[in-house]
């Protein structure tokens, strides 16, 4: 990171969090988070996010990459990870050696869908119980997850289809199931 002082930190936060793409890897952002916290003149989380306009969970949710160990916040720094989901993702691990191995994993993946970091995270030899508390605690409140698996072909169908529509495949599955649910209630008052 660059040499940080008060003025270079807020830069780094305004040029990355006021904008769709952001220009410096989470590290640097947390780097410059951690650096604002720790002056007298902030002293907090949440004075930080006032000062750039942002919620404390939003910063604390930077801060969570300096928790991670050296070798995955490497993997941030190098933008071979750039979300702060996944940091979040990993932090629920409390286990730096299978944090390491699912941000390994995730890093060699094409993907970066959050559903194929759970799959990663499965990967990672987490019990059911402890895979089941990632995603629970990782998902917004109000969100239901329901997990299908369909082959290739159907798949590749869906995805085609979504596609001529101009909408997620999830939105199409959304549509038909929520079709199919309208009327199978018309069927049962009948």
Same mark, same amino acid.
């Given at each position: 990171?660059?040499?940080?002082?008060?003025?270079?930190?807020?830069?780094?936060?305004?040029?990355?969090?006021?904008?769709?793409?952001?220009?410096?890897?989470?590290?640097?952002?947390?780097?410059?988070?951690?650096?604002?916290?720790?002056?007298?003149?902030?002293?907090?989380?949440?004075?930080? %996010? &006032? +000062?750039?306009? /942002?919620?404390?969970?939003?910063?604390?949710?930077?801060?969570? *990459?300096?928790?991670?160990?050296? #070798?995955?916040?490497?993997?941030?720094?190098?933008?071979?990870?750039?979300?702060?989901?996944?940091?979040?993702?990993?932090?629920?691990?409390?286990?730096?050696?299978?944090?390491?191995?699912?941000?390994?994993?995730?890093?060699?993946?094409?993907?970066?869908?959050?559903?194929?970091?759970?799959?990663?995270?499965?990967?990672?030899?987490?019990?059911?119980?402890? %895979? &089941? +508390?990632?995603? /629970?605690?990782?998902?917004?409140?109000?969100?239901?997850?329901? *997990?299908?698996?369909?082959?290739? #072909?159907?798949?590749?169908?869906?995805?085609?289809?979504?596609?001529?529509?101009?909408?997620?495949?999830?939105?199409?599955?959304?549509?038909?199931?929520?079709?199919?649910?309208?009327?199978?209630?018309?069927?049962?008052?009948?």
């Amino acid at each position: 990171m660059k040499k940080c002082d008060e003025d270079t930190a807020l830069a780094i936060l305004f040029s990355n969090t006021k904008r769709k793409k952001r220009i410096d890897d989470l590290f640097t952002i947390a780097k410059a988070c951690e650096y604002l916290v720790s002056l007298k003149k902030y002293g907090s989380q949440g004075a930080v %996010a &006032k +000062k750039i306009g /942002l919620s404390t969970e939003m910063i604390r949710q930077f801060l969570a *990459v300096l928790k991670l160990p050296r #070798e995955v916040q490497k993997m941030f720094s190098s933008r071979k990870i750039d979300s702060v989901d996944v940091a979040k993702e990993l932090l629920a691990l409390n286990d730096p050696a299978k944090q390491v191995v699912a941000a390994k994993a995730l890093a060699g993946s094409l993907s970066k869908d959050v559903r194929d970091i759970k799959r990663l995270i499965k990967e990672s030899k987490l019990s059911a119980g402890e %895979a &089941k +508390k990632v995603v /629970l605690d990782a998902k917004p409140k109000g969100l239901h997850i329901f *997990v299908m698996d369909f082959d290739d #072909e159907t798949y590749g169908a869906i995805r085609k289809q979504a596609k001529d529509m101009k909408i997620e495949p999830v939105e199409l599955i959304r549509g038909i199931v929520t079709n199919w649910l309208k009327q199978t209630a018309k069927k049962s008052v009948q």
